[in-house]
């Protein structure tokens, strides 16, 4: 009964630091009926991301609403127990049927899930949940390193884009999944509202394995210990054991964007095609999944890493561990 975690209902601002926003899972179910607008144009929603902007542990908590298109600033206010939302500039508008809401509405009523430093989180309508325990610092001898330089990469270019450049930290890190295991599919899906930057998939006996790795680029031109090189990072690690809950619906997120890219001329296929995606769909409902999650940051440096990204990087391992069972791959600079 000592690990029981007890909701408290939050009265102010919590003082932890917030990693990530969460859509309502709900929403994923009904695919792109539901959409979001700013000046005219129009995106579905859950290829719609929420981004915190600053990282802190006080104050409002500042976040960004940003499609590929457009972006638009918000906050989220805790006072007296209550929970407000705002827009710091232009309201987007939420879009169903014949239906139109603004944002700011439609988040003080359904409102995201919002996760924290030290394996804390907050959920709708406002409940705080921290587990009782202490947390021992994440092994460094469990950090991979990679010489970036010796490859040819630039540690402030994330994303590979549609030319698919080598010197990206996104390109280095797709060499790497290819080199280490023979997977089915490969897929780049970069961009709002994705899975994670690369997804990997195979059959292994009765479990389908799904890789998913996130990157990010290094702040400064150097690495270091710098713990806002790891915040956005965990955030997405940490959110993207959501797809454990509805795997059906992850191939569908899949397929669906895969079909978008290739509208737009281009695909995310690396290994694999449409149809082994296909058959891996079919195989899915009777194989157990289980995740495979892997953060990559040259902005940090194994050898100096700090207690106090030790102790993020141990929530987050913990995080994926018990919420969805995965296990958590950390790739740095020497």
Known sequence: MRGFIRPTVVDSRPPFVPLALEWPWQLY??????????????????????IVTRFVSTGSISFEVRTP????????????GALTYTADDGEVSVLKREQSTPLAAFLDRFGPTVLFTDDVMMVPPGLLLQPPRDIPPFDPSLIASIDWAGDGVDIRKESQGPDRDPASIQARAIRLVK???????????????????????????DELLVGLTHCKYSSEDQPGARILDLYELCGQAQKSVRWRRDVI???????????????DGRTGFELGDAAALYDLQDRSRLLR?????TI??????????SDS??????????????????????????
């Open 69 to 80: 298109k457009w972006s638009s600033p918000y906050s989220l206010h805790i006072n007296n």
């Open 179 to 205: 080199d280490e295991a023979e997977w089915t599919v490969l897929l780049d899906d970069d961009g709002t509202g994705e899975v994670a930057d690369i997804v990997s998939l195979r059959v292994e006996g």
């Open 296 to 305: 990559v940051q040259p902005g940090v440096s194994a050898d100096r890493v």
């Open 29 to 50: 179910s009904v695919s792109e009926e539901v959409k979001v607008s700013l000046g005219g144009r129009v995106w579905p929603l859950i290829d719609t991301e929420l």
């Open 309 to 334: 990204q030790l102790e993020l990087l141990a929530s987050t391992e913990l995080y994926v561990r018990e919420t969805a069972n995965a296990s958590l791959r950390v790739i740095t600079s020497p």
């Open 249 to 263: 619906l992850l191939f569908e997120h899949l397929i669906r964007r895969e079909r978008k890219r290739q509208l």
């Open 289 to 293: 999944p289980r995740l495979e999650i």
